[in-house]
């Protein structure tokens, strides 16, 4: 904004107008990130519907022994502490089992369906 001499209203305007164009979109503390057009998109929903899409993707069954946090961590390309805090949502919300040492964490529910253990 001092750069260019504009104020920081304008500014938002400016990168509201570029949101809807898909030309910048708002990341975490404020700021704003353009775009390029050799960017590959990205899948913006929260982790642990991603995660519970993989019951579906993987056709798993109820009572099959679900990803380690490892795995996913790998798959999605954020860390351990992450994959865990989604997968407790995903324990609280029924869909997995918990977690025990020894013990992989298995499929209780598929995500969308009333089919639960």
């Given at each position: 904004?001092?750069?260019?001499?504009?104020?920081?209203?304008?500014?938002?305007?400016?990168?509201?107008?570029?949101?809807?164009?898909?030309?910048?979109?708002?990341v975490p503390?404020?700021?704003?990130r353009?775009?390029?057009?050799?960017?590959?998109?990205?899948?913006?929903r929260?982790?642990?519907?991603?995660?519970?899409?993989?019951?579906?993707?993987?056709?798993?069954?109820?009572?099959e022994?679900?990803?380690?946090?490892?795995?996913?961590?790998?798959?999605f390309g954020?860390?351990?502490?992450?994959?865990?805090?989604?997968?407790?949502?995903?324990?609280?919300?029924?869909?997995l089992?918990?977690?025990?040492?020894?013990?992989?964490?298995?499929?209780?529910?598929?995500?969308?369906?009333?089919?639960?253990?």
């Amino acid at each position: 904004m001092r750069t260019h001499g504009v104020s920081r209203g304008v500014a938002l305007r400016v990168f509201a107008v570029l949101q809807k164009e898909r030309c910048a979109e708002p990341v975490p503390g404020g700021r704003w990130r353009v775009i390029r057009e050799d960017d590959e998109p990205r899948d913006r929903r929260p982790l642990a519907d991603r995660i519970a899409e993989v019951i579906r993707v993987d056709k798993l069954e109820i009572g099959e022994p679900f990803l380690s946090s490892a795995a996913l961590s790998d798959r999605f390309g954020v860390s351990r502490p992450t994959v865990g805090k989604a997968l407790s949502q995903l324990e609280a919300d029924g869909l997995l089992s918990e977690s025990r040492q020894g013990k992989p964490r298995t499929v209780l529910a598929w995500p969308g369906r009333e089919g639960r253990v």
